[in-house]
């Protein structure tokens, strides 16, 4: 078995008994991105040459260590609208193209604090809006298990590095499924934490309320792992819950007999593909032999949330991009008249299709005499999403369903029509809007190509769906195919 097949845990140990060097392992990994990313194109700036730098100055210290951090020698990529101290975060977009953070995220600060390795920043959709990586203002991220069809997105460029052996581990950022999402595309692992359980300070800022950092790798242990280094409260972010954080780690090895499941009937509708029905199905047959119980639920509000979330999402997006003036930093025009016919230029040229509807749906939502008929309105719709699942789990420890409708469609598929890319999240921007746990982990294969399972857990109950999807990995081999990059 090479190096770039090993769960993050076992290279994890490898270094911590000093059976293996950062070096060799940071080096299988860049020799292999510079082998296969030219076809695949997940980062946006690659820094194969720093990290072995890196990870030799690391070979010197090991010795010399007591106390060996979780994370020490391995290499880990980032999405690129995480602030990373000294390295470009341009959140693929022209706007940010040349900006270089000043200080770095908290979850990066723990990284580093756990000996982590940066390899790059990778490709997503502008601003982190986009269900393809096709909204990039600098190129298409391709799925590694066919390089015409897309990785899904928006962290389409950290799911494509991981799924194809770049890197073992990546951070992404979900608003809507921008993690899930692409982890069930690419046939990985995705986690989207409860809202409040990982910092947001130093994450480019899409919608405020929706938006959360998490971890995204092969092996379900990973993401523990990851969660355990990431997680906790942060006074420099208001939105932080101040909750404890188990050892995720200890939490995935209890039994899941007992365990009550809901399979919602809202999920299993009529659009979705039959065979990603019957690999889900036959996931959750494989956990009802392990003991746990299900039963059929209703989560009536669900047909509402994607309405709702493109009124939500939106009006936060139109706000928090407003600081994109060209005045204080990013981009600007060079040719303008006056003030006004600055701003205007550098918002027409300093953004993208995708970015301007957004901002232009958000602020028309806000606006004077329409914001009671949508924003208010989807607010209280998103209660009642948030309702229906609170009294679910009244009754069931978590939720299982799809990822997503189908499997990972043709590049240019849907990009002439944004309704179809909307759609695309159908089964997940709910889970964003009840602020709930999250994550996407591999259950088969539909012509080749990968199908996700959806587990939904509790407000902070990370621990119960790293548990359900740790078993299942036992159970299965999905995890651990690579694709064959041709």
């Known amino acids: 078995m090479s190096l770039v097949e090993k769960s993050l845990v076992e290279l994890s140990k490898l270094i911590r008994k000093k059976e293996i ?66 390295i470009r975060t341009t959140c693929s977009s022209k706007m940010l193209e040349n900006y270089i953070p000043p200080f770095d995220a908290t979850v990066i600060k723990k990284l580093k604090n756990a000996g982590y390795i940066i390899t790059g920043k990778t490709n997503l959709d502008e601003f982190a809006m986009g269900s393809s990586t096709e909204n990039s203002a600098f190129f298409t991220t391709h799925n590694p298990w066919d390089l015409e069809r897309v990785p899904g997105g928006s962290s389409g460029g950290s799911a494509a590095a991981v799924a194809a052996g770049f890197v073992p581990a990546a951070l992404g950022s979900d608003t809507g499924g921008s993690i899930r999402q692409p982890a069930a595309l690419c046939g990985i692992v995705g986690l989207k ?39 906790g409260y942060d006074k420099k972010d208001s939105t932080s819950v101040d909750v404890k954080v188990p050892d995720f780690l200890q939490e995935i090895n209890k039994d899941i007999k007992g365990l009550k499941i809901g399979l919602p009937k809202e999920f299993f509708i009529e659009e ?127 939720i299982i369903t799809p990822t997503t409708p189908d499997v990972a469609f043709k590049i240019g598929e849907k990009s002439a029509d944004p309704i179809q890319m909307y759609l695309s999240d159908i089964f997940t921007v709910s889970i964003n809007l009840a602020t709930l746990p999250g994550i996407s982990i591999p259950c088969g294969f539909k012509d080749n190509l990968p199908v996700g399972m959806q587990i939904i857990g509790k407000p902070f109950d990370e621990a119960t769906i790293l548990r359900l999807a740790y078993r299942y990995q036992q159970l299965t081999d999905f995890h651990k195919k690579l694709p064959e990059i041709s």
Request: zero cysteines; proline letters at 3%.
């Open 21 to 86: 060097k950062p070096s060799e392992i940071v080096q299988e990994y860049v020799q292999r991105t510079l082998q296969f990313d030219k076809k695949v194109k997940s980062y946006v700036s690659f820094l194969g040459e720093k990290a072995i730098e890196d990870a030799k100055e690391k070979d010197n210290q090991l010795g010399k260590l007591e106390n060996i951090p979780l994370l020490y020698g391995i290499p880990i990529a980032i999405k690129d609208n995480i602030s990373t101290e000294g």
């Open 193 to 231: 934490p409860t809202y409040g359980r990982v910092s947001r300070y130093g994450l480019v800022a899409f919608a405020s309320s929706l938006d959360q950092i998490g971890p995204m790798t092969r092996y379900v242990e990973d993401s523990a792992l990851l969660m355990n280094v990431i997680s």
């Open 272 to 398: 979705l593909d039959n065979q990603i029905k019957e690999n889900v199905l036959n996931a959750v047959k494989l956990l009802e032999k392990e003991g746990i119980q299900v039963e059929e639920i209703s989560l009536p509000h669900t047909n509402y949330a994607i309405e709702a979330y493109y009124i939500i999402a939106p009006s936060e997006a139109s706000s928090n991009l407003a600081r994109y003036d060209g005045v204080r930093y990013g981009y600007r025009s060079l040719d303008y008249k006056d003030l006004d016919d600055m701003y205007s230029k550098v918002r027409d040229e300093g953004f993208g299709a995708e970015v301007k509807r957004r901002i232009m749906l958000g602020t028309y939502s806000l606006s004077s005499g329409y914001y009671d008929a949508y924003y208010l309105k989807a607010q209280k719709v998103r209660t009642l999403i948030y309702n229906d699942y609170m009294e679910a789990f009244k009754k069931v420890d978590a």
